[in-house]
Protein backbone atom coordinates (compact mmCIF):
# COMPACT_ATOMS: atom_id res chain seq x y z
CA UNK A 1 0.00 0.00 0.00
CA UNK A 2 1.44 3.69 -0.69
CA UNK A 3 0.11 7.12 0.79
CA UNK A 4 0.50 9.67 -1.59
CA UNK A 5 1.31 13.45 0.29
CA UNK A 6 -2.58 14.18 0.57
CA UNK A 7 -3.16 11.22 2.10
CA UNK A 8 -4.62 12.04 5.73
CA UNK A 9 -2.71 10.99 8.66
CA UNK A 10 -5.45 9.78 11.61
CA UNK A 11 -2.83 10.14 14.51
CA UNK A 12 -1.98 13.41 13.84
CA UNK A 13 -4.83 15.90 13.44
CA UNK A 14 -4.29 18.05 10.39
CA UNK A 15 -1.60 16.69 9.31
CA UNK A 16 -1.50 14.99 5.55
CA UNK A 17 1.84 12.71 4.54
CA UNK A 18 2.96 15.75 2.67
CA UNK A 19 3.13 17.75 5.74
CA UNK A 20 4.72 15.09 8.06
CA UNK A 21 7.31 14.90 5.48
CA UNK A 22 8.07 18.03 5.41
CA UNK A 23 8.36 17.70 9.34
CA UNK A 24 10.75 15.53 9.86
CA UNK A 25 13.17 16.58 6.69
CA UNK A 26 12.88 20.36 8.58
CA UNK A 27 14.15 18.18 11.68
CA UNK A 28 16.73 16.31 10.32
CA UNK A 29 18.24 19.68 8.67
CA UNK A 30 17.88 21.50 12.14
CA UNK A 31 19.80 18.63 13.85
CA UNK A 32 22.63 18.71 11.22
CA UNK A 33 23.02 22.35 11.54
CA UNK A 34 23.02 21.59 15.67
CA UNK A 35 25.75 19.51 14.90
CA UNK A 36 27.74 21.34 12.83
CA UNK A 37 27.44 24.25 15.47
CA UNK A 38 28.20 22.31 18.63
CA UNK A 39 28.14 25.60 21.06
CA UNK A 40 26.12 27.61 19.07
CA UNK A 41 22.40 28.50 20.70
CA UNK A 42 18.94 28.92 18.51
CA UNK A 43 20.74 27.65 15.24
CA UNK A 44 18.14 27.25 12.70
CA UNK A 45 18.38 24.35 10.04
CA UNK A 46 17.68 24.63 5.99
CA UNK A 47 14.22 25.51 4.98
CA UNK A 48 12.61 21.81 3.47
CA UNK A 49 11.12 22.51 0.06
CA UNK A 50 7.33 22.44 0.18
CA UNK A 51 6.95 20.89 -3.82
CA UNK A 52 6.82 16.83 -2.72
CA UNK A 53 8.46 16.69 -6.15
CA UNK A 54 11.72 18.02 -4.61
CA UNK A 55 11.02 17.76 -1.10
CA UNK A 56 11.74 14.14 -1.28
CA UNK A 57 15.31 13.98 -2.47
CA UNK A 58 16.08 17.02 -0.29
CA UNK A 59 14.37 15.05 3.08
CA UNK A 60 16.54 11.38 1.89
CA UNK A 61 20.23 13.89 1.05
CA UNK A 62 19.20 15.54 4.70
CA UNK A 63 18.84 11.34 6.35
CA UNK A 64 22.29 10.36 4.18
CA UNK A 65 23.94 13.29 6.06
CA UNK A 66 22.30 12.97 9.61
CA UNK A 67 23.59 9.19 9.64
CA UNK A 68 26.81 10.01 8.16
CA UNK A 69 27.08 12.43 11.10
CA UNK A 70 26.25 9.93 13.46
CA UNK A 71 29.07 7.26 12.33
CA UNK A 72 31.21 9.88 14.65
CA UNK A 73 30.32 8.90 17.89
CA UNK A 74 28.29 8.89 20.69
CA UNK A 75 30.72 11.27 22.80
CA UNK A 76 30.81 13.74 20.04
CA UNK A 77 30.24 16.93 21.04
CA UNK A 78 26.58 18.67 19.65
CA UNK A 79 24.37 21.70 20.64
CA UNK A 80 21.14 20.04 22.29
CA UNK A 81 18.81 22.91 23.23
CA UNK A 82 17.07 20.05 26.00
CA UNK A 83 18.73 20.91 28.99
CA UNK A 84 18.03 17.46 30.49
CA UNK A 85 19.73 15.67 27.53
CA UNK A 86 23.30 14.87 27.31
CA UNK A 87 25.20 17.87 24.80
CA UNK A 88 26.71 14.74 22.23
CA UNK A 89 25.72 13.27 19.29
CA UNK A 90 24.53 9.64 21.56
CA UNK A 91 21.52 12.04 22.87
CA UNK A 92 20.80 13.25 19.14
CA UNK A 93 20.89 9.94 18.01
CA UNK A 94 18.29 8.17 20.64
CA UNK A 95 15.65 11.47 20.09
CA UNK A 96 15.67 10.92 15.95
CA UNK A 97 15.60 7.32 16.03
CA UNK A 98 12.42 7.67 18.19
CA UNK A 99 11.36 10.81 16.07
CA UNK A 100 11.12 8.68 13.00
CA UNK A 101 10.00 5.45 14.82
CA UNK A 102 6.65 6.77 15.89
CA UNK A 103 6.29 9.07 12.73
CA UNK A 104 6.69 5.74 10.72
CA UNK A 105 3.62 4.58 12.43
CA UNK A 106 1.94 7.65 11.55
CA UNK A 107 2.77 7.22 7.58
CA UNK A 108 1.84 3.45 7.99
CA UNK A 109 -1.50 4.25 9.54
CA UNK A 110 -2.33 6.80 6.99
CA UNK A 111 -1.75 4.11 3.51
CA UNK A 112 -3.64 1.33 5.63
CA UNK A 113 -1.00 -0.64 6.23
CA UNK A 114 -0.42 -2.82 9.56
CA UNK A 115 1.79 -0.89 11.86
CA UNK A 116 5.37 -1.51 12.46
CA UNK A 117 6.68 -3.74 15.49
CA UNK A 118 9.64 -2.80 17.38
CA UNK A 119 12.04 -4.94 18.70
CA UNK A 120 11.97 -5.46 22.42
CA UNK A 121 14.85 -3.77 22.86
CA UNK A 122 14.02 -0.60 20.85
CA UNK A 123 10.85 -0.34 22.09
CA UNK A 124 11.81 -0.63 25.69
CA UNK A 125 14.61 1.99 25.43
CA UNK A 126 11.58 4.82 23.90
CA UNK A 127 9.10 3.85 26.68
CA UNK A 128 12.39 4.88 29.06
CA UNK A 129 12.59 7.97 27.26
CA UNK A 130 9.07 9.22 27.26
CA UNK A 131 9.02 8.75 30.90
CA UNK A 132 12.32 9.33 32.08
CA UNK A 133 13.33 11.99 29.61
CA UNK A 134 10.52 13.54 28.34
CA UNK A 135 7.76 13.38 30.69
CA UNK A 136 9.90 13.34 33.96
CA UNK A 137 12.97 16.13 32.57
CA UNK A 138 11.25 18.01 30.42
CA UNK A 139 10.43 21.86 31.21
CA UNK A 140 6.68 22.40 31.28
CA UNK A 141 3.98 24.29 33.06
CA UNK A 142 2.26 21.58 35.61
CA UNK A 143 0.69 24.38 37.43
CA UNK A 144 -2.79 23.82 36.47
CA UNK A 145 -1.93 19.87 36.67
CA UNK A 146 -4.48 17.99 39.55
CA UNK A 147 -4.03 14.71 39.44
CA UNK A 148 -2.52 12.88 41.91
CA UNK A 149 -1.44 9.06 42.42
CA UNK A 150 1.01 6.74 41.26
CA UNK A 151 0.71 5.01 38.01
CA UNK A 152 2.93 1.91 37.16
CA UNK A 153 4.10 0.94 33.77
CA UNK A 154 5.45 -2.37 32.76
CA UNK A 155 6.38 -3.61 29.88
CA UNK A 156 6.16 -7.35 30.38
CA UNK A 157 8.64 -8.83 27.53
CA UNK A 158 11.43 -6.57 28.78
CA UNK A 159 10.63 -7.59 32.75
CA UNK A 160 10.82 -3.46 32.85
CA UNK A 161 8.61 -1.50 35.68
CA UNK A 162 8.77 2.70 35.46
CA UNK A 163 6.94 4.35 38.53
CA UNK A 164 6.04 7.49 38.14
CA UNK A 165 4.59 9.89 41.16
CA UNK A 166 1.62 12.22 40.19
CA UNK A 167 1.47 15.73 42.29
CA UNK A 168 -0.96 18.50 41.78
CA UNK A 169 1.14 21.64 40.31
CA UNK A 170 4.34 19.26 39.59
CA UNK A 171 6.12 16.99 36.68
CA UNK A 172 5.68 13.73 37.52
CA UNK A 173 8.72 12.36 39.60
CA UNK A 174 10.08 9.01 38.94
CA UNK A 175 10.95 6.39 42.11
CA UNK A 176 11.03 3.37 43.26
CA UNK A 177 7.72 0.61 43.25
CA UNK A 178 5.09 1.37 44.47
CA UNK A 179 1.17 0.42 45.54
CA UNK A 180 -0.23 1.67 41.64
CA UNK A 181 -3.52 3.88 41.34
CA UNK A 182 -3.42 2.83 37.80
CA UNK A 183 -1.19 0.33 36.09
CA UNK A 184 -0.27 0.29 32.12
CA UNK A 185 0.79 -2.98 30.65
CA UNK A 186 1.63 -5.02 27.43
CA UNK A 187 4.76 -5.84 25.44
CA UNK A 188 7.12 -3.54 25.23
CA UNK A 189 6.43 -2.41 21.50
CA UNK A 190 2.51 -2.08 22.84
CA UNK A 191 3.53 0.37 25.74
CA UNK A 192 5.56 2.38 23.91
CA UNK A 193 3.09 2.99 21.42
CA UNK A 194 0.70 4.22 24.30
CA UNK A 195 3.01 6.68 25.76
CA UNK A 196 2.85 8.20 22.26
CA UNK A 197 -0.58 8.17 21.74
CA UNK A 198 -0.44 6.00 18.86
CA UNK A 199 -2.84 2.62 18.68
CA UNK A 200 -1.39 -0.51 20.81
CA UNK A 201 -2.94 -3.57 22.69
CA UNK A 202 -2.50 -2.97 26.06
CA UNK A 203 -4.62 -3.08 29.37
CA UNK A 204 -4.89 -0.65 31.72
CA UNK A 205 -6.20 -1.51 35.59
CA UNK A 206 -7.18 1.28 37.64
CA UNK A 207 -7.70 5.08 37.79
CA UNK A 208 -7.36 5.69 33.56
CA UNK A 209 -7.33 9.18 33.58
CA UNK A 210 -4.37 9.45 35.52
CA UNK A 211 -2.54 8.51 32.15
CA UNK A 212 -4.24 11.72 30.99
CA UNK A 213 -1.42 13.62 32.42
CA UNK A 214 1.79 11.21 30.67
CA UNK A 215 0.59 12.27 27.04
CA UNK A 216 3.65 12.76 25.47
CA UNK A 217 3.73 15.94 23.17
Known sequence: MTAGP??????CPNWTVGRLVRHLAAVHSWVLACIADPHGTETRGERA???????????????KELRAAFDRGADTPA???????E?????????????????????ELAAGAEPTTFDTAFATDGADEALSM?????????SAVEAAGTVL????????????????????TLG??????????????????????????????????LLDVLETP
Open 153 to 172: VHAEDARTLWSLTLTPGERP
Open 49 to 63: PKEWDELLPWWDERR
Open 87 to 107: ANLGSWARRQAHEAAIHRIDV
Open 79 to 85: QVPFGFY
Open 134 to 142: ILHRRTADW
Open 6 to 11: EATVPT
Open 176 to 209: GPAEPDVTLSGDADAVYKRLWRRPANVSITGEQT
